[in-house]
Nanobody, 117 residues
Framework: VQLVESGGGLVQPGGSLRLSCAAS????????MRWYRQAPGKERDLVAG????????DVAESMKGRVTISRDNAKNTVFLQMYSLKPEDTAMYYC???????????WGQGTQVTVSS
């Protein structure tokens, strides 16, 4: 299993970013995918999740209205579109998949998002 995030960077407050996570090594279209984030000194928190088909999504309360999660099962990729970014959104953003059959989580290496003027 490999998850490779990209798309992070430095953005000004109020700006937007689109993160991507390219997945390989498993049947991507069979699995719910999630994005998490972790700021320095803080716990890793769930940002958003999307069902295997992409028809159902859920977003953390703190991000509602500012985040859209989507996926392209043909390209084995999940996306996180973020809008109206705030300095408090600064964190490392991670892609995640959980295999219930083995009770194992898989993580990418993360992509850094920094919101600053």
């Amino acid at each position: 299993v490999q998850l490779v995030e990209s798309g992070g960077g430095l953005v000004q407050p109020g700006g937007s970013l689109r993160l991507s996570c390219a997945a390989s090594g498993f049947t991507f279209s069979n699995y719910h995918m999630r994005w998490y984030r972790q700021a320095p000194g803080k716990e890793r928190d769930l940002v958003a999740g999307i069902s295997s088909s992409g028809t159902r999504t859920d977003v953390a309360e703190s991000m509602k209205g500012r985040v859209t999660i989507s996926r392209d099962n043909a390209k084995n990729t999940v996306f996180l579109q973020m809008y109206s970014l705030k300095p408090e959104d600064t964190a490392m953003y991670y892609c995640n998949v959980y295999f219930s059959s083995t009770r194992r989580d898989y993580w990418g290496q993360g992509t850094q998002v920094t919101v600053s003027s």
